[in-house]
């Protein structure tokens, strides 16, 4: 029998394989060529075959580093000088003010000016600042004032670089692979944000100073600020003809009532929902941890972002985009009133990550609303009004979870911010409805 099975006619396919495998080398190269690959993976990595948006990525990535390291060591540096939850506000506020002052200025420099020699000017100055906290740590000073000027610096310059890196993008990818450029673009983000608060509490917890956290972070936005001299300057965005007003950017966006509904969710949600400001608090007092415990608490929601944004990549949010965002932000909004009332750390970090995740949903959404509706003459006055919004959540919104926690205490704070976030959604879908019924995202 063994004989008869090697004299067995091929099968069809046996001949195939057989046929396929004595094939020249350069008829197989050819005919691998001209197969076309599954059409997801036709979308799912488009951006990152560009060279300048990988480029582009790898100096942000070490800004973002810069930033959330920084944010751990004032953070606990804050907390541990005064004990006052109200303090932690005062820094929010301190980074948000230049934003609420200067925002008509910032749209239009970044309409006027290159985008790129602004992030490289904005991320220096950055890193100056943050060697401004060190020095204020190293000296032993309890001034409150001069660390809060330290954090108004940081915040003039992100209120300047943070449009300007939003503005930038739509230029660097073209149109078509921009929702894609999005979402790697927001990975990269958080995986700067995962890492960054990872690393902060274990360089304070190692050494021990906040000093010495700051000088990491500040070399961080150096290099970030050096690694971006690789990116083509794709010059001004406008021309004596076609500059506009100042406040073309808030007329736009107030014309457009799906993007302002958007923004205004966001804002609403994130500065009344967030907790952020109240980390080192749960850290230190409700979960008995330390610098290692508020780094893990503040990448939490940066994981979840993460693997949220590259599952977005994989399965990109196509149809029923409004519905969907609104949905994420009330998953946020139960997720910040789970983590208010845990005590468990196990508990609080999944509590975290799935906030960190539904944002992550909603901030893609939103992004691609604001700027693939944006002609890139205005893409910067546009992207300072997002930025506004975006400030008035992250930064004020600090100094309303500080005074928030000072009056009502630190639980009732948090739930009534998940509480805020859930009725928030439910007004904008009720009271919106061409936001309710976004279908499309390009």
Known sequence: MAGDRGHTPASPSVARLTSSSIAPPERRRRRRSQAKPPALAETRYDALTLPVFRAYQAARILTVFALQIQGVAVGWQVYSLTGNAMDLGWVGLAQFLPT???WPLIGMAVDRFDRRDLLVACWIAIGFATLGLAAFDYSGSHAMPALLACNFAIGLARAFSSPASQSILPELVPGEYYPNALTWSSTVFQLGAIGGPALGGAIFAVLGAAWKVHLVASACAVAGAVAILRVPRPGPATTAGNRGAVFDGLKFVVSRPEMLAALSIDL??????????????YAHDRLGGGPDTLGWLRAAPAAGAAVCAVWMSRFPVTRRAGAKMLSAVVLFGVATIAFAVSTNLGLSLVALFVAGAAD????????CIVQMQTPNEMRGRVSTVNWLFVSVSNELGQFESGLAAAWLGLVPAAIAGGVVAVITAGIAAAAVPKLRNFDRLS
């Open 100 to 102: 609420l002052v200067f």
């Open 360 to 367: 992550e949903v909603s901030v893609v959404i939103r992004q």
């Open 268 to 281: 609403v949600a994130v500065l009344f929902g967030g907790v952020v400001a109240l980390l080192p608090i």
